[in-house]
């Protein structure tokens, strides 16, 4: 009698031992899935900062871009107005030239006038090639284009 009742007592911590085992494998099964998450969050993370890296260089191409953009505009910028100059400086000694032709006295008044008024009407021709302002999107970002009315 005793033995039985020890081996039914036996019996039953040996079904409580494979529920703890049971349950044991469980946790484990747990934090198996845990940590396959956390990996799963991690290798998401990284494709993020790769995504966001790229991002960056894109941009960084981007600014390099405009900037070589803005280097032309100016040096378009700069071309104009030496052209500008030039044509000045050539309607000027132009309208000198037929002014000597026409009109012989170097001091005479009407002379002097015209000249002076050619000179200034020159330079405000020159001056007065406004820019025209067109903004156009570029690559996701803004460019500015002036155009000079000539």
């Given at each position: 009698m005793?033995?039985?009742i020890c081996?039914?007592?036996?019996s039953i911590s040996g079904i409580n031992n494979a529920i703890y085992g049971i349950d044991n494998a469980n946790y484990g099964i747990n934090n198996s899935i845990y940590g396959i998450n956390?990996?799963?969050f991690c290798i998401d993370n990284a494709i993020?900062?790769?995504?966001?890296?790229?991002?960056?260089?894109?941009?960084a191409l981007?600014?390099?871009?405009n900037?070589?953009?803005s280097i032309q505009n100016a040096i378009n910028g700069i071309n104009n107005a030496l052209y500008c100059i030039y044509?000045?400086?050539n309607g000027i000694n132009g309208s000198r030239n037929s002014i000597n032709s026409q009109i012989p006295f170097k001091n005479h008044p009407l002379?002097?006038?015209t000249i002076k008024l050619c000179v200034f009407t020159n330079l405000l021709m020159c001056l007065c090639q406004y820019p025209i302002i067109n903004v156009n999107d570029y690559n996701n970002g803004r460019r500015i284009i002036i155009y000079y009315n000539h």
């Open positions: 005793n033995n039985s081996g039914i007592k036996n956390n990996s799963l993020n900062s790769l995504q966001n890296a790229i991002n960056g260089i894109n941009n981007y600014c390099i871009d900037a070589i953009n044509n000045s400086i002379r002097v006038f």
